[in-house]
């Protein structure tokens, strides 16, 4: 194993000496003129390579959803380097080293087995590394130690760390959860979330998401369920506001609103795990949220969504962003989104 990855890094790309970073999120910044895929790019490159380069980490709201979506769009293959980055830490812990804890693990797992299924189809050695890692340090009682910075919906609870395994080890091409390393793991996944409910709406749709992927994750009914519920919150200008999806604490006291307009991170991740579920992109629901998507991208390429917690630099449109770009991909049969 040591010597396939090895091997496998021997071949990484040149990159790009410099990545202009986007500036702020504000909340004001005006809408683009149009949709354009090329802005989207360049936006997720600014704050996906950047926060690689700046903080030397994975995280949920950056760039672990930039691997998955930025590989869609047109341009330079500069997510190349966020890939090449954590398969270089995968091959240290593979080396004797400590990984930065439980969520790291299962964030970069989740990485690159989405990458995978969607670049080559093929598991990566170093890939199927991050999953072994991430399985042996499962809980008895199916869930990870998650990360719980009060950063909902995202870093605040053992809940979506599991969902997030779920979908590493559904999306692992090959066969990989019907391997002998990872049934046991699938097993135990499973009687967690038969004993745990879903927090909140937003969980379930996480859950809903990767029961697309991996069996026996939620019933029929479940999922009719979770369907229902997510098209009863939809906005009449067919946005979706993540503020909607649970409720959330905000850092400064002052209330999340749940009646607040569409937001990116909303309409792009409902949108998405909608189409994922089986609704099509005719249906009136996806398609007044796509439309909304395409029409509120702001002149950055990004697509604004306000921080859960607090208004400092609302990193959840990053995550956002992704979404907005995987529900439109999603929409054309996974192809890149057109102009």
Not at 254 to 270: E, K, L, M, S
Request: net charge neutral; proline share 6%; charged share 20%.
């Amino acid at each position: 194993m040591r010597a396939a990855l090895l091997l496998a890094l021997a071949a990484a790309p040149a990159f790009a000496a410099d990545v202009p970073k986007p500036g702020p999120t504000r909340a004001d910044e005006p809408l683009a003129r149009a949709y354009s895929a090329a802005k989207a790019a360049e936006y997720l490159d600014g704050v996906g390579v950047n926060w690689t380069r700046d903080h030397k980490c994975v995280t949920c709201h950056t760039n672990m959803p930039y691997l998955t979506a930025r590989p869609l769009l047109p341009g330079e293959n500069e997510w190349q380097e966020v890939r090449t980055f954590l398969e270089k830490d995968v091959t240290s812990w593979s080396n004797g080293g400590k990984p930065r804890g439980d969520t790291y693990v299962v964030a970069t797992a989740f990485a690159l087995a989405f990458n995978d299924a969607q670049q080559t189809g093929k598991l990566h050695p170093t890939t199927r590394a991050a999953l072994d890692t991430m399985l042996d340090v499962q809980r008895k009682t199916g869930d990870w130690a998650w990360l719980k910075c009060d950063w909902p919906p995202l870093e605040h609870d053992d809940y979506y760390g599991a969902a997030l395994a779920a979908l590493a080890v559904g999306y692992a091409p090959e066969g990989y959860a019907k391997t002998e390393k990872a049934r046991a793991g699938v097993e135990r996944l499973k009687g967690y979330f038969r004993k745990t409910p879903a927090p909140d709406l937003h969980h379930a749709a996480v859950l809903l998401w990767a029961s697309t992927k991996l069996d026996g994750l939620m019933t029929a009914d479940e999922q009719k369920a979770a369907v229902a519920a997510l098209r009863g919150i939809q906005h009449k200008g067919g946005g979706w506001a993540l503020a909607a999806l649970g409720k959330y604490a905000r850092h400064d006291e002052t209330p999340n609103d749940p009646a607040a307009a569409g937001d990116g991170y909303g309409t792009g991740f409902v949108t998405f795990v909608l189409l994922r579920a089986g609704v099509p992109a005719a249906d009136p629901a996806v398609a007044k949220g796509l439309a909304w998507i395409k029409a509120n991208q702001r002149a950055s390429g990004r697509w604004f969504t306000r921080s859960l917690s607090n208004d400092k630099a609302h990193y959840i449109a990053n995550a956002g962003t992704a979404f907005c770009v995987l529900a439109l991909a999603e929409a054309e049969g996974g192809e890149k989104p057109t102009r």
